[in-house]
């Protein structure tokens, strides 16, 4: 159980387009989801926080504008990365939170790779 | 502000050594400690640490948190290949969101 997905898995275009990720939440309902930017040999950076039927809440220094966010239903969260350029280009991971025998766990996707040219 | 840092940055060690990660931490209103591997894709949740000097264990892989001095370790004996990934630790902050560490790149050399 808890298994979360992504789609695509990998992306590449050109700068000036937009790009949008799919994350669902497959078995389970998942009312806040994550979304991160992870940069090569680095951590988990955490963009923001995707509520269902609410509006996201991004982190200091996350353009809002430039990463949208919507959590349309209670299995799946997208992000868009409008006029996309190289700098955006990056590996993104959702997660879904989901009640575990501890509390709340988050459960992540596999993965995004966009690659901006 | 909430964070965590872990060391060290990077480490390289041949297959059969035992190595020690090390995640240091500072939260308001402590909850829990997770430790993950990630290898080419997502993270993989290893350990959930929420007792202090209560180790827990999966395989060669161990791990414990110490709740008073603010850290936990992760233990990995007779490392493999296989073992070589990146080691994150991460607290959950605020309401759900996780503060990951800055993770630790192991490589295992055969």
């Known amino acids: 159980g808890a298994v979360v997905s992504q789609h695509p898995s990998r992306v590449i275009c050109k700068s000036g387009t937009s790009v949008k990720i799919e994350c669902r939440s497959l078995?389970?309902?998942?009312?806040?989801m994550f979304w991160y930017r992870q940069f090569p040999k680095k951590s988990l950076m955490l963009m923001a926080t995707s509520n269902e039927g609410s509006k996201a809440t991004y982190e200091q220094g996350v353009e809002k504008d430039k990463f949208l966010i919507n959590h349309a239903s209670l299995t799946l969260s997208t992000l868009t990365v409008t006029s996309a350029h190289p700098e955006d280009s990056s590996f993104y991971i959702c997660?879904?939170?989901?009640?575990?025998?501890?509390?709340?766990?988050?459960?992540f996707g596999p993965g995004t790779r966009l690659t901006v040219l | 502000e909430d964070k965590v840092v872990q060391s060290p940055l990077s480490l390289v060690v041949h297959e059969g050594d035992t190595v020690t990660l090390n995640c240091s931490y500072e939260v308001t209103n402590f909850r829990s400690l997770l430790w993950y591997k990630q290898e080419k894709k997502a993270p993989t949740f290893l350990f959930m640490l929420?007792?202090?000097?209560i180790e827990k264990k999966s395989g060669r892989l161990s791990s414990i948190l110490d709740k008073k001095e603010l850290f936990s370790i992760l233990n990995i004996t007779a490392t493999q290949t296989g073992d070589s990934a990146i080691y994150l630790c991460a607290v959950p902050s605020g309401t759900y969101k996780y503060i990951f560490g800055t993770g630790t790149r192991l490589k295992v050399l055969a």
């Open positions: 997660s879904a939170l989901h009640g575990g025998p501890i509390g709340n766990e988050q459960f």
């Open positions: 929420t007792s202090s000097g």
């Open positions: 078995d389970f309902q998942a009312t806040t």
